[in-house]
């Protein structure tokens, strides 16, 4: 029996991964904001560490004598004015304690564009994360997911209260967004094999997706014709901030589609690529059904 911990584990992604490794017969610590919301988890075995990952010697703590750890860069604070010197500083966190705790293998789940040092939005935090954890010479896997699936869910009070998709890439454009439960597959299998050597895994879906998919699905699950409105890309933080989204993100989100659409977050030639099977149906109906 192997000892992994496990970051975000009420979360789409740590959530799955934390519930396979327990049923593989594995121990899991798992890093909560909330005991209350991680009851289910602790019903099925976990260790539930309640704590932040902004606190080096509490990660530090939770890592010590662990064979894998699933880690992720979080989201910022709503209301953060600065959401990338947030994101360097958990960078700076989470190198320092995966160096002192000795933990073997880290799995961190980042995202196509990582490799790029800028022009990426808030991608760019996990390019300084990536960056950080080499320099700790401790056995890495940098998960490089694509667009999760799930994200369309964002969209659900716009479409229910206004009946409209915002879209800010043209209508047709299909991209293999990947399930997260698909993401947690992939991380597993990588917590227990791990690599000889650090590696980058580049995640994302068999099945393509336009707007114009994303805008039908939502209108057969609403009983309500969605329609698409399309806006340019310009005008994306002014809408996100309307949305309710902070100003530091929704400049950094901005930047991020406009480098989406310069083609700065594809696979890295040279790396393995994995592929989700899920549908968008089946990643996101059990969210209608709730």
Same mark, same amino acid.
């Given at each position: ?7 975000? *584990? ?9 519930? #396979? =490794? ?6 899991? !610590? ?24 902004? #606190?080096?010697?509490?990660?530090? !703590?939770? =890592?010590? %004598?662990?064979? +894998?750890?699933?880690?992720?860069? /979080?989201?910022?604070? $709503? ?7 947030? &994101?360097? !500083?958990?960078? $700076? ?20 564009? *990582? ?9 760019? %935090? ?19 997911? +694509?667009?999760?699936?799930?994200? =369309? ?6 479409? &229910? &209260? @206004? ?7 043209? /209508? ?21 094999? /791990? ?28 009983? @309500? ?6 806006? /340019?890309?310009?005008?994306?933080? %002014? ?6 989204? +902070?100003?530091?993100? *929704? ?7 406009? %480098? ?26 059990? $969210?209608?059904?709730?």
């Amino acid at each position: 029996m192997s000892i992994f911990v496990v970051a975000g *584990a009420t979360g789409h992604v740590g959530s799955v991964v934390a519930r #396979d =490794l327990l049923a593989a017969g594995h121990k899991v !610590r798992a890093i909560v904001r909330s005991v209350d919301k991680a009851k289910a988890l602790a019903g099925q075995g976990a260790e539930l560490l309640a704590g932040e990952l902004g #606190d080096a010697s509490f990660l530090t !703590r939770a =890592l010590r %004598g662990a064979d +894998g750890a699933f880690l992720l860069l /979080p989201p910022p604070p $709503h209301d953060s004015p600065d959401v990338r010197a947030f &994101q360097d !500083r958990m960078a $700076h966190v989470e190198a320092t304690a995966v160096a002192e705790s000795g933990v073997r293998h880290v799995v961190l789940l980042s995202s196509w564009g *990582a490799e790029k040092p800028s022009g990426t939005g808030p991608i760019v %935090g996990l390019h300084v994360l990536e960056e950080a954890l080499k320099k700790t010479g401790v056995l890495a896997t940098f998960l490089r997911a +694509g667009s999760f699936t799930e994200n =369309l869910l964002a969209m659900l009070p716009a479409a &229910q &209260q @206004k009946g409209i998709l915002p879209n800010f890439f043209p /209508p047709e454009h299909k991209m293999a967004t990947i399930a997260t439960r698909d993401i947690a597959t992939v991380a597993v299998r990588s917590l227990l094999a /791990p690599p000889a050597a650090t590696q980058v895994v580049y995640v994302m879906g068999t099945h393509e997706y336009s707007a114009v998919d994303h805008a039908a699905y939502l209108s057969r699950k609403l009983g @309500k014709d969605i329609q698409l409105l399309n806006l /340019p890309v310009s005008a994306a933080s %002014g809408a996100m901030q309307q949305g309710g989204v +902070g100003a530091s993100m *929704a400049s950094l989100y901005q930047e991020m589609y406009e %480098g989406a659409m310069k083609g700065l977050l594809g696979v890295e030639p040279g790396h393995r690529v994995e592929k989700g099977p899920s549908t968008l149906e089946e990643a996101l109906d059990p $969210h209608f059904s709730k």
